[in-house]
């Protein structure tokens, strides 16, 4: 996913918030992410759903001005 920087750091933003350095998270982002850890594809799935709605609502906002 390093091809996606916006998609990375979205999925980055979420791992960070979902799995806080307190939890008995045992890999950083960068880890998780080289050993693509079922923490990493959590959080990659939860950008990319967060990217198609931002998508869709962005879309909404367009057409809302065109009319």
């Not at 996913?1 to 806080?20: E, F, G, K, S, T």
């Amino acid at each position: 996913m390093q091809h996606d920087l916006q998609l990375r750091a979205a999925a980055r933003a979420i791992y960070d918030n979902v799995y806080p350095p307190i939890d008995p998270v045992p890999f950083s982002f960068d880890e998780a992410e080289r050993l693509g850890t079922v923490e990493y594809r959590q959080a990659v799935g939860a950008a990319q759903d967060a990217r198609s709605v931002l998508a869709a609502q962005h879309d909404q906002l367009l057409f809302a001005a065109i009319l």
